[in-house]
């Protein structure tokens, strides 16, 4: 049984930071394509920032230079660390994992407000 589990999630003020941590189970961790996504309210689920099997990454304009996307495949987990938030990062954010098929976790929520 696959399980992708997101944790780190919380309430921060503008500028704080936060770290995402996923762990996976089921799979083969390290030949997987990893992702973070999110979605806020009212608006379509969005990627944040991917990074592949060979530790390439690749992140959306908005969260360039203040998220960091990472793995640690001895540990099964992946990581998101998130630096002088906004509140426009409010957002559901998932684990997503890819390679024949996709698997998603159930999302941790982020909350950015004064």
């Known amino acids: 049984q696959v399980q992708l589990v997101e944790s780190g999630g919380g309430l921060v003020q503008p500028g704080g930071s936060l770290r995402l941590s996923c762990a996976a189970s089921g799979i083969s961790f390290s030949i997987y394509r990893m992702a973070w996504y999110r979605q806020a309210p009212g608006k379509q689920r969005e990627v944040v920032a991917m990074i592949t099997r060979d530790g390439i990454t690749n992140y959306a304009d908005s969260v360039k230079g203040r998220f960091t996307i990472s793995r640690e495949n001895a540990k099964n987990t992946m990581y998101l660390q998130m630096n002088s938030l906004k509140p426009e990062d409010t957002a559901v954010y998932y684990c997503?994992?890819?390679?024949?098929?996709?698997?998603w976790g159930q999302g941790t929520q982020v909350t950015v407000s004064s």
């Open positions: 997503n994992a890819a390679r024949l098929i996709e698997y």
